[in-house]
């Protein structure tokens, strides 16, 4: 039977035997503190130690795997100034072709220099999301390199739902799935797999107050344009795509909202007690399952064990959020 939705449980599971030899296989860790907090077993499972440490590698490795020889020869374009960008420059070094990074020239230098330190070729434009896409859309033309975007492919989102697989297979048990948003595609990949292989789990999602359009298009039920976000959580400030929405639609559960304030104190109380370095963007899902709109919402009753993804610790260490 066809599926509504742009992937399957089989895409993922392909996906993960085609990434096994290049991406780690990421810890789960617990922490006393935050089941005391929480009132509830908190299961973390640490993409922060992921390559380029993020989830993302998970992702661009599937997609250029997939690419046949042919396709892969002209090398990949994408337009990131965050962590796909690394992602893909490192998967394309990997496989041993050019990946043509389309970044905007507000991008911090430590950024560029990341993205070069893994081979890839910065092309730089203009900081706005129509210049963004001309400038990657002008690399493909002029190189015949594959374009492969940050959240919005189907062999992406298969890639970022190798992260539930491995966290399903350690820790069978869970009542919840839960992770952040932004475009989508680590929550499409996490909710296909975990509503496959455990059905009566809940599956979860958490934004920024500041960047809600999941939120907005649950409760209207169509999609939503995000408004000009502004938040310390940067991985998330962008939109719902055409294959991501409709997976949040119809598999997530919820999707929950915190302050600027909740993510700033839970990373800064992260890093205190569990001495991992956790991005802002990865701190949502632990500060929403913390908040007392988690604890009083219908469909948080009675779930115990919870499962949240931690999409990543890229963190400038410069400009630390609780030091702005």
């Known amino acids: 039977m066809d ?13 993960a035997a085609r990434i096994a030899p290049f991406a780690h296989r990421t810890p789960v860790i617990t922490s006393a503190t935050f089941d005391t907090l929480s009132g509830r077993s908190l299961f973390f499972k640490c993409e922060n130690l992921q390559r380029v440490g ?16 042919a396709e892969a020869r002209a090398g990949v374009v994408t337009h990131s100034s965050g962590n796909h ?73 298969a ?85 991501t929405w409709p997976i949040v639609r119809d598999v997530v559960d919820a999707v929950f909202l915190v302050t600027e304030a909740e993510i700033i104190e839970t990373t800064k109380r992260f890093w205190e007690r569990t001495k991992l370095i956790i991005e802002p963007s990865s701190t949502v899902p632990v500060a929403a399952v913390l908040s007392a709109a988690f604890r009083a919402h219908p469909l948080t009753q009675g779930v115990q064990r919870i499962g949240i993804v931690l999409s990543g610790g890229n963190v400038d260490l410069d400009r630390l959020p609780w030091l702005a």
């Open 159 to 243: 890639g970022q739902g190798t992260a539930a697989l491995e966290l399903l297979e350690e820790i069978p048990d869970l009542d919840a799935v839960m992770t952040p948003i932004g475009g989508g595609g680590l929550m499409s990949g996490v909710a296909v797999t975990t509503r496959a292989l455990r059905p009566a789990a809940r599956i979860f999602g958490a934004e920024p107050e500041n960047a809600n359009d999941a939120a907005r298009g649950k409760a209207a039920g169509v999609w939503q344009d995000q408004a000009p976000p502004k938040t310390v959580a940067d991985g998330l400030m962008t939109t719902l795509g055409t294959l």
């Open 54 to 69: 993020a989830f993302k590698f998970r992702g661009a490795c599937n997609a250029i795997a997939r690419l046949s020889d």
């Open 85 to 157: 960008a690394q992602a893909l420059a490192l998967a394309a070094r990997i496989r041993g072709i050019p990946a043509y990074i389309v970044m905007p020239r507000t991008a911090p230098a430590v950024k560029r220099a990341a993205v070069e330190g893994y081979g890839g070729r910065v092309i730089v434009c203009e900081p706005t999301l129509a210049d963004r896409e001309a400038t990657a859309a002008r690399a493909c033309a002029e190189t015949g390199a594959v374009l492969i975007p940050p959240y919005n492919h189907p062999d992406v989102m």
């Open 3 to 15: 599926t509504p939705h742009a992937i399957t449980l089989d895409d993922v599971r392909a996906a």
